[in-house]
T-cell receptor, first 111, second 110 residues
Framework: DTAVSQTPKYLVTQMGNDKSIKCEQN?????MYWYKQDSKKFLKIMFS???????INETVPNRFSPKSPDKAHLNLHINSLELGDSAVYFC??????????FGSGTRLTVV | GQQVMQIPQYQHVQEGEDFTTYCNSS?????IQWYKQRPGGHPVFLIQ?????EVKKQKRLTFQFGEAKKNSSLHITATQTTDVGTYFC??????????FGSGTKLNVKP
C-alpha cells in the first residue's frame, strides 16, 4: 500500500491549459502539503492544509488553487499553465510537526 | 526572512571515504529534520533533532544539532554507492512549516 500517492506521475501539456494533480494519503496524518521542486532541486512549500483547513499559503500565483475535500486528500489545480510552471510537484503529509512522508512526485512539463 | 543555508552544494567522494553536509541558520531553530532523495526519487525522512547539542546515529550516519540550535550536520562514515543522492536539511522556526536547505548532492565513485 502506497502511503502517499499522487497522480499523474508525468504530465505534459501546452501553455494556457488547465490541469490538476491529485494526492491521497492513507497514513491518518492530519496535515498535507504541496511542494514544488525546480530544476536545481530546491524544495519550496506552496500550500499546507490541516484537517481540510488552509494553514500555509506561500507567495504562489493565484493560478494555483489547492482543494482538500477531506483530510486524506489534497488536490492541486493549475490554471493557464506557463512555461515557468515546469517542475516536479510533491505532495506530502505529516502528523503534527513530525517527519514528512512524500509522494513520488508529478513531473509537469509545459510546452 | 527565515532561511536555512546548506553546504556544500556538491560532493564527490571515493567509496569508503567520509562525507559531511552542514546546515546553518542565522536565527535559532526549534528543530531540524534531514531527508535523502535518490536520483529520480522523492525525499525520504531520515531523522528529526530537537534538543540543543543532540547527537543521533543511524548505522553509518551521524546527525548533530548545535548547542545554539543554529546549525546541524550529517556525517556519513565510509560511504557506499548506495549513499548516492541529495541530502536535505529542513529547519523549523516558530511557525507551522519547515524551510528546506538547498541540498547537498553526493556522488560516490566505486
Amino acid at each position: 500500500d502506497t502511503a502517499v500517492s499522487q497522480t499523474p506521475k508525468y504530465l505534459v501539456t501546452q501553455m494556457g491549459n488547465d490541469k490538476s494533480i491529485k494526492c491521497e494519503q492513507n497514513l491518518g496524518h492530519d496535515t498535507m502539503y504541496w511542494y514544488k521542486q525546480d530544476s536545481k532541486k530546491f524544495l519550496k512549500i506552496m500550500f499546507s492544509y490541516n484537517n481540510k483547513e488552509l494553514i500555509i499559503n506561500e507567495t504562489v500565483p493565484n493560478r494555483f488553487s489547492p482543494k482538500s475535500p477531506d483530510k486524506a486528500h489534497l488536490n492541486l489545480h493549475i490554471n493557464s499553465l506557463e512555461l515557468g510552471d515546469s517542475a516536479v510537484y510533491f505532495c506530502a503529509s505529516s502528523q503534527r510537526l513530525g517527519g514528512y512522508t512524500f509522494g513520488s512526485g508529478t513531473r509537469l512539463t509545459v510546452v | 526572512g527565515q532561511q536555512v543555508m546548506q553546504i556544500p552544494q556538491y560532493q564527490h567522494v571515493q567509496e569508503g571515504e567520509d562525507f559531511t553536509t552542514y546546515c546553518n541558520s542565522s536565527t535559532t531553530l526549534s528543530n531540524i529534520q534531514w531527508y535523502k532523495q535518490r536520483p529520480g526519487g522523492h525525499p525520504v525522512f531520515l531523522i528529526q533533532l530537537v534538543k540543543s547539542g543532540e547527537v543521533k546515529k543511524q548505522k553509518r550516519l551521524t546527525f548533530q544539532f548545535g548547542e545554539a540550535k543554529k546549525n546541524s550536520s550529517l556525517h556519513i562514515t565510509a560511504t557506499q554507492t548506495t549513499d548516492v543522492g541529495t541530502y536535505f536539511c529542513a529547519g523549523r522556526y516558530n511557525f507551522n512549516k519547515f524551510y528546506f536547505g538547498s541540498g547537498t548532492k553526493l556522488n560516490v565513485k566505486p
